[in-house]
């Protein structure tokens, strides 16, 4: 393990000039002007988005972990229910197996735990090694995974299988988030971070259909063929991951200026002249400086960049997620995720055959039901997908909540009343189906892709990558627990029970995130310090706006002859500098 370049100190900020860069004094004014900036790149529209192409296909490529963990969804709603797959692992039989229930719930939350060591590992390999190097390393894992499932013969092979793959979507869903957040402009930022939910519904409503379809197969291709399937989102990945740009910030946290504001170029397809570009670049830098300002502050002794001192220093980080300046942020990562599965979304996809069951329906319409339930998700995270950076975050999350609440709450009474006798209730049924659609759509439109979102835009950039990672732990922790706990609530309630279990859990998430979850819809990720207001976060706001006037100065002294720089561009800078401070600026050409 070698050393490995870190962004300058300010007094060790290079010269614009050296780098070959003239910097638009309009840029600077964009560069201290937080609204501006974040408003620049224009508005929140379709053709806003359509408009950052290569953010878009950047964005879709690096989001295929999530169609991964939607493939592997959509495969056991129906093969856990298939004969062929039964007979070649009777583990998974309840009718020769007296722990079926019990075997189904560890081959589920098998992956889970997996996925939770992967998200946990790609905290380090992301910062180490590159957003793209850890979506990388989350590829061939899963590949192994899958390769090991579709040749499974025994219960045993094809729970290691799963672990496996597992681990690769963890990776894959952690780093992820953090690389749409660090490449997309604030003004769609949230569309594209929604972008990791549709692809997971997107993946459960693929797989559902060719597995669904499959079953028809005589022998174990029948399952087989889906498993093997899911090796082929990967493939595509690795053939566009060499073309896919690097991360403009973490470029910026290696001290890699020139490389970062050619990354902003080519993702926003703008020149370097461009002042829109120009100014983000150097608000990225400065928070690149403050960042291993803090760093050093918090481990002074650690930053010699020494073999010894990098794993010390690797451990703290992980420490300092947990203290002053970042708990808040990571303690609310870790909430969305523990809310996003206890409001029940999961067991709902992995189970809903058998709760259709409950309700009395026969076995063709259980699967064509559980079909239809995945398609009015999709419908939903399309929604959501499309208005989240127009109304923001926290309105979802709270809609969302009641939603489910409601919903949850009716479903437990319809089977609680009349499950004894669903054939002479067949209306009071139908009603348990229709708010069983509800969650679903509640959950499309606000505790499915929320999550995912905000926790990559509220850390700050040198503590990203682990704060995504934490709250990634926390969804797949928890996501292992709920396939654990659901089957012997679903079977030892007759259904009911689960319901109310999630509907009060509903109510706590919809309580929390009005007293407790943040507004960050268009912000720049160098403004999140703000959104908190914590004592820290004020102190490294004003150190951060301290770095951007040496960058500014220097950058006003290097763009032109001092003595050529027009007076209206230097009082500009000043007279935005001195609105956004109270203090006289003390920027000079001199």
């Not at 239809?372 to 499309?386: C, E, P």
């Given at each position: ?56 296909l950047a964005a879709s490529a690096a989001t295929i972990g999530g169609l991964l963990f939607g493939f592997d969804q959509g495969i056991l709603s129906i093969s856990l229910t298939m ?27 098998l992956l889970e735990l997996g996925a939770f060591l992967g998200a946990f590992m790609s905290g380090y390999v992301s910062d180490r090694y590159s957003r793209k190097g850890s979506l ?394 703000a959104v908190f207001k914590s004592h820290t976060a004020i102190e490294d706001a004003q150190a951060r706006d301290d770095i951007l006037q040496i960058i500014c100065k220097e950058a ?35």
């Amino acid at each position: 393990m070698g050393k490995i370049t870190v962004a300058p100190s300010r007094e060790e900020v290079p010269s614009l000039s050296a780098l070959g860069i003239k910097v638009h004094p309009d840029a600077l004014t964009l560069a201290y002007d937080d609204r501006a900036l974040a408003s620049s790149y224009g508005g929140n529209g379709l053709m806003d988005l359509f408009a950052s192409r290569m953010v878009l296909l950047a964005a879709s490529a690096a989001t295929i972990g999530g169609l991964l963990f939607g493939f592997d969804q959509g495969i056991l709603s129906i093969s856990l229910t298939m004969p062929q797959f039964q007979a070649q692992f009777p583990e998974t039989n309840a009718e020769v197996n007296s722990s079926a229930s019990l075997n189904k719930g560890v081959m589920t939350a098998l992956l889970e735990l997996g996925a939770f060591l992967g998200a946990f590992m790609s905290g380090y390999v992301s910062d180490r090694y590159s957003r793209k190097g850890s979506l990388a390393f989350g590829m061939v894992w899963f590949i192994i995974g899958s390769v090991l499932q579709s040749a499974s013969y025994s219960f045993a092979q094809l729970v290691v299988g799963r672990f496996i793959g597992g681990i690769g979507i963890g990776v894959l869903s952690s780093t992820a988030p953090t690389y749409i957040s660090e490449i997309s402009p604030p003004n769609i930022r949230g569309a594209l971070l929604v972008l990791e939910q549709f692809s997971i519904v997107l993946g459960i409503v693929v797989m559902y259909y060719i597995t669904y379809g499959s079953r028809y197969l005589s022998g174990d291709g029948s399952f087989r063929l889906p498993f093997a399937l899911q090796m082929f989102p990967c493939i595509i990945l690795g053939c566009f991951l060499y073309q896919l740009p690097y991360s403009p910030r973490w470029l910026a946290l290696r001290g890699r200026d020139k490389d970062c504001l050619e990354s902003l170029c080519r993702l926003r397809q703008l020149p370097d002249k461009d002042p829109r570009v120009q100014a983000e670049w150097i608000t990225i830098r400065a928070e690149a400086i403050r960042n291993r300002e803090v760093l050093v502050r918090a481990h002074p002794s650690m930053a010699d960049q020494s073999t010894k001192s990098e794993l010390k220093l690797e451990l703290a980080s992980w420490v300092d997620m947990f203290k002053a300046g970042s708990i808040r942020q990571t303690m609310i990562g870790i909430l969305l995720m523990f809310f996003q599965q206890f409001v029940g979304i999961n067991a709902l996809v992995y189970y809903a055959p058998t709760l259709f069951e409950q309700l009395g329906l026969d076995y063709e319409l259980q699967l064509t039901l559980s079909g239809a339930l995945n398609i009015a998700q999709l419908v939903a995270v399309v929604a959501a997908f499309f208005f989240l950076d127009k109304f923001g975050r926290k309105i979802f999350l709270i809609v969302g909540a009641i939603g489910l609440t409601v919903s949850h709450a009716v479903v437990a009474a319809m089977i609680g009343t009349y499950s004894d006798n669903w054939p002479a209730h067949k209306g009071p049924a139908w009603v348990g189906v229709g708010f069983i659609f509800g969650v679903m759509i509640f959950y499309g439109v606000g505790w499915g892709p929320v999550p995912w979102a905000m926790p990559a835009e509220i850390h700050a950039s040198s503590r990203r990558a682990k704060g995504v990672a934490i709250t990634t732990c926390s969804n797949w922790l928890n996501n292992f627990i709920i396939g654990l706990i659901t089957p012997p609530l679903v079977s030892g309630t007759k259904g009911y029970g689960a319901f109310i279990f999630f509907a009060i859990w509903s109510i706590l998430a919809g309580i929390w995130s009005v007293f407790f979850v943040p507004e960050t819809k268009g912000r720049t990720l160098e403004q999140m310090d703000a959104v908190f207001k914590s004592h820290t976060a004020i102190e490294d706001a004003q150190a951060r706006d301290d770095i951007l006037q040496i960058i500014c100065k220097e950058a006003l002294n290097s763009t032109n002859n001092p003595s050529q720089v027009p007076k209206e561009e230097v009082e500009m800078v000043e007279d935005v500098r001195e609105k956004k401070s109270g203090t006289p600026s003390t920027i000079s050409t001199v």
